[in-house]
């Protein structure tokens, strides 16, 4: 990221209709979005996410996954979660073409800076975001490899597309390959490389502890979930400003700034409310926020013109936001 964007709001939501809905791999589909006028939707990169509204109330998360150079329709990759709050459930179940669905953004923590190599990692789902990718790295000539693990074959979605980059894409199924040899696919660290990985957590860890010794910024990761919290740097309380309205709200310790904005009023759109998904980004205009999220990098923390406000607080008595 880097650039603070203006948090979203309800307003800031289309209506659009699922137009396809196809099985695969075991446990995980595309569906297909368009306007139900047939109209553009929104330019996106490649790692860029949309909010989904569902007709059951939750807001769920999802990567891009298509044609970026379709600008009628969105396509998001979705993988039934058993232990999930219901989301994915709903998707796969209750979801069907011809319902309508709201869709925030797109917006991308997760960009694909330019370079001449790159080494994709991904697990399991994470593929989303790695596909539209690679397809934009091939385009570009440059030089690129995907290293794709996951359970089992039958879980891995999009083989059949990738199938056609050749030995380009090492796609490792664990029940036949054991864990992904990371550090034979990395190789030693090296500077013109960009590495992206997305999947699960402990996938994340073990391409970052691979990647240890990398120049700085040569690794960019999406997270699914959250890195543990620590304490807040503030005990009490502290005051938002908002810029806009004038308007100051106070922030208690038991409470995020996402809540306290919607106590008085001020909807921010949030997905993950876990510091991951980048829904609730708001632009700082004065004070230090105690970043808390999994999506800024040191030097964007460092900046203080942005913060998630679903997990992030203030390290001084007083914070303006531009909302
Ligand atoms: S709601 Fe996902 S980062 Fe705040």
Redesign the pocket.
Known sequence: MTAPAPAVTAADVATLRVTGKQRRADGVLTLDLASPTGGRLRDWTPGSHVDLLLPNGLTR?YSLCGDRWDPTTYRVGVLREPSGRGGSAFVHDELAVGDLVGVGGPRNNFPLVPSERYLFVAGGIGITPILPMVHQAELLGADWRLLYGGRRRASMAFLDELAGYGDRVLARPEDEHGLLDLAGFLGEPRTGVRVYACGPAPLLAAVERACAGWPPHALRTERFVGAELGAPTRDGAFQVELARSGTTVTVSPGTTV?DALAGAGVEVL???????????ETGVLAGRPDHR?S?LDDDERAANDCM????SRSRDPRLVLDL
């Open positions: 998360q996402l949030s997905s993950c409310r876990g510091g991951v998904c980048g829904t609730c999220d999506l998630y406000v679903c997990v």
